[in-house]
């Protein structure tokens, strides 16, 4: 039988396990670094917003519900952490213990590789721009992809703006529904290995 004290002592092991299969990532302004259970009351804060998730795939629920961050994680982000699917929670560096949004690859795209959401209170400061640059260097870098697939409603005018500043190539368009019923359609970017390193050379 396990003791109560064996019990917490697995729980922190499996954590540690977890956080050490997502690099934490640093640039001048955040800390990007695996998400975890703590984190459930500050991804609710931002994430639980209609104009932060309107412009995700209908697959998201609206309204969201109320415990649906802590299952999320829970059920789906940490058993998969690691293992075809990568999180990372944004923090700034001045809020270590505050997430502000997340980013994610996917092994498996469909079509897209590449996930991400911020705070509304956040937007417009570049922080999503510069959270990206060391979640593409790692994926090429070190997970073996050699072309990311990319996807944003048409008319995300900010998500839009990102792939651009990130050197995606805009490959298409294709029906799609969203959380908006305003939005019927999404653009299709394509960002290869070799486009990125020449991009980020000096």
């Given at each position: 039988?396990?003791?109560?004290?064996?019990?917490?002592?697995?729980?922190?092991?499996?954590?540690?396990?977890?956080?050490?299969?997502?690099?934490?990532?640093?640039?001048?302004?955040?800390?990007?670094?695996?998400?975890?259970?703590?984190?459930?009351?500050?991804?609710?804060?931002?994430?639980?917003?209609?104009?932060?998730?309107?412009?995700?795939?209908?697959?998201?629920?609206?309204?969201?519900?109320?415990?649906?961050?802590?299952?999320?994680?829970?059920?789906?982000?940490?058993?998969?952490?690691?293992?075809?699917?990568?999180?990372?929670?944004?923090?700034?560096?001045?809020?270590?213990?505050?997430?502000?949004?997340?980013?994610?690859?996917?092994?498996?795209?469909?079509?897209?590789?590449?996930?991400?959401?911020?705070?509304?209170?956040?937007?417009?400061?570049?922080?999503?721009?510069?959270?990206?640059?060391?979640?593409?260097?790692?994926?090429?870098?070190?997970?073996?992809?050699?072309?990311?697939?990319?996807?944003?409603?048409?008319?995300?005018?900010?998500?839009?703006?990102?792939?651009?500043?990130?050197?995606a190539q805009l490959i298409g368009q294709r029906e799609a529904t969203f959380v908006d019923p305003g939005f019927s359609a999404c653009e299709i970017w394509e960002l290869r290995k070799e486009n990125w390193q020449k991009f980020r050379a000096p």
């Amino acid at each position: 039988m396990v003791g109560i004290g064996d019990f917490f002592g697995l729980c922190q092991f499996l954590i540690f396990t977890i956080m050490q299969l997502i690099p934490t990532l640093n640039t001048e302004r955040l800390i990007l670094k695996g998400v975890s259970m703590e984190d459930v009351p500050s991804y609710t804060r931002h994430f639980v917003d209609y104009d932060v998730i309107r412009y995700l795939s209908s697959e998201v629920p609206w309204p969201y519900p109320e415990n649906g961050v802590k299952d999320y994680l829970e059920h789906v982000v940490l058993p998969q952490q690691g293992d075809g699917h990568w999180v990372w929670g944004i923090f700034l560096k001045e809020q270590p213990d505050q997430l502000i949004g997340t980013i994610d690859l996917r092994r498996e795209g469909k079509p897209e590789h590449r996930g991400f959401w911020l705070g509304k209170s956040f937007w417009g400061r570049g922080f999503m721009t510069e959270a990206n640059f060391p979640v593409l260097d790692y994926a090429f870098s070190e997970l073996g992809f050699e072309r990311l697939t990319f996807a944003n409603a048409l008319g995300n005018v900010g998500s839009r703006r990102i792939k651009e500043k990130t050197g995606a190539q805009l490959i298409g368009q294709r029906e799609a529904t969203f959380v908006d019923p305003g939005f019927s359609a999404c653009e299709i970017w394509e960002l290869r290995k070799e486009n990125w390193q020449k991009f980020r050379a000096p």
